[in-house]
């Protein structure tokens, strides 16, 4: 997800609603302020549980980095 962030903000498009929260929980869709605020887990409790145990098998079992230490 953070790379369609990091394209969104190269392109100086806003981001779908729904992709990020801010601090009071309200939509956000300026990617310049990706870094200061939340994504939204994308499917839900179901895709958040998938998402973390997906990056955790498949991140650090490997040695590859994970999360925000991953560089474009």
Wanted: charged share 20%.
């Amino acid at each position: 997800m953070f790379g369609k962030i990091s394209l969104q903000a190269q392109r100086n498009k806003p981001m779908a609603e729904g992709w990020m929260i801010d601090r009071q929980g309200q939509p956000l869709t300026d990617p310049k302020r990706s870094s200061e605020d939340s994504l939204v887990p994308v499917g839900g409790p179901k895709g958040y549980g998938l998402a973390l145990m997906f990056g955790l098998l498949a991140g650090t079992l490997n040695g590859a980095a994970f999360g925000r230490d991953v560089v474009d």
